[in-house]
Each structure stands twice: as structure tokens, then as C-alpha cells.
């Protein structure tokens, strides 16, 4: 073998067993909770310090099967300023999306954030959603219509309650002070 594809071979070894952050608490939560976007994941890692709530979930989801996928949805919905769809499962893994409108940061991208990873957590906790059609089945249960003139969108008391209780807990720490995602 070349010294250049030795190289290459031993780089992608490494980086393949690195956290995806150097911080070694975080290495479960990233398995679970992904993103092209440093700035989500910051977000969550600032959620984590700063709301004892929001550390709740990502332990939650870092325990289960569910992975999630954070994206911005450049293209919001009027009055949708963040939702959670399924993805896809395979290899005994489900996978949902949670796309957050960009316009919102600080305490406010962390409610809207643990208001999703909230609603991950219900699907986490119900084997039975395995796809789309189960997933509209478990919040035609466990939730209400939110959607106007007939769409199809759910929420839930939980997840409402826990984004305001994130935005909350946030407020009162240095991440509101400090603000570093505007």
C-alpha cells in the first residue's frame, strides 16, 4: 500500500471512533440526536447545560430507538415554526426529522427544539410507529388537531408545556444572557 492511502486508511479510523465532539458526555446524544448544522448542534448542547428538562430528552432519546435528524426548514409553513415527520426505519432504528424555522435562536431555537425532541420522545416510547400512517395514528390519540382548514397537523399538551418549560429554565441561565445563536 502507498504511505498516502496508509494515511488515509489510519485518518478514517480515527475519525470514524471519534465523538462527533470532543466532549465525551455527549457522545451517546449524538448518536441519537444528528445535524449538518453546528448551530442546532450547539443548541443542543446549550440545551443541555442550561435546562435540566431538555437534558431529560436527550437522555430519553439516547436510550432508545429513535434517531433524529435536526434540519432548518428554510421554507417555513405560515404559523409553523418547527415540526417533526417520520423518516424511515431500518436496521431496527427509527428515524424521524425535526426542521426548525433559522429566524429563531437563543432560548427561543431551545423551546422550539425541546418541543420537537419532546414529540420524539412520544414516538420513542410508541413501538408501534414504524412509518407515516402509525405516526398520524399516535397523535390522532395522544394529541389534538393544530392544524387550519383541514390540515393534517397534531400536537400535544406534553410537548407544548415542555417547550415552555425549556424557554423557562433557559431564561433564567447564561445561555439567555448571552444569546450566542443570533
Known amino acids: 500500500m502507498t504511505r498516502f492511502a496508509v494515511s488515509l486508511t489510519l485518518l478514517l479510523n480515527i475519525t470514524m471512533t471519534m465523538p462527533a465532539r470532543a466532549d465525551e458526555g455527549h457522545r451517546d446524544a449524538r448518536a441519537h440526536i444528528r445535524s449538518d448544522h453546528h448551530a442546532l448542534l450547539d443548541a443542543v448542547d446549550a ?17 432508545s430507538d429513535v434517531v433524529v435528524y435536526l434540519v432548518y ?5 405560515p404559523g409553523v415554526a418547527a415540526h417533526i415527520s417520520f423518516v424511515s426505519t431500518a436496521g ?15 432560548w427561543q431555537r431551545l ?9 420524539a420522545v412520544e414516538i420513542a416510547d410508541a413501538t408501534s410507529v414504524v412509518d407515516a400512517p402509525s405516526l398520524a395514528a399516535l397523535y390522532r390519540r395522544i394529541g389534538f388537531r393544530s392544524g387550519a382548514d383541514g390540515e393534517d397537523r397534531f400536537d400535544t399538551l406534553d410537548a407544548i408545556k415542555t417547550g415552555w418549560r425549556i424557554q423557562q429554565e433557559a431564561g433564567r441561565g447564561d445561555y439567555a444572557a448571552q444569546d450566542p445563536f443570533r
Not at 440545551?47 to 436510550?63: N, P
Not at 423551546?111 to 414529540?119: A, D, T
Open 92 to 106: 431496527g432504528w427509527r428515524y424521524v426529522r425535526v426542521a426548525i424555522d433559522p429566524k429563531y435562536s437563543g
Open 47 to 63: 440545551g443541555s447545560r442550561e435546562s435540566a428538562t431538555f437534558a431529560g430528552l436527550v437522555r430519553h432519546l439516547a436510550s
Open 111 to 119: 423551546g422550539l427544539l425541546g418541543h420537537e425532541l419532546e414529540h
Open 73 to 77: 426548514d428554510f421554507a417555513p409553513r
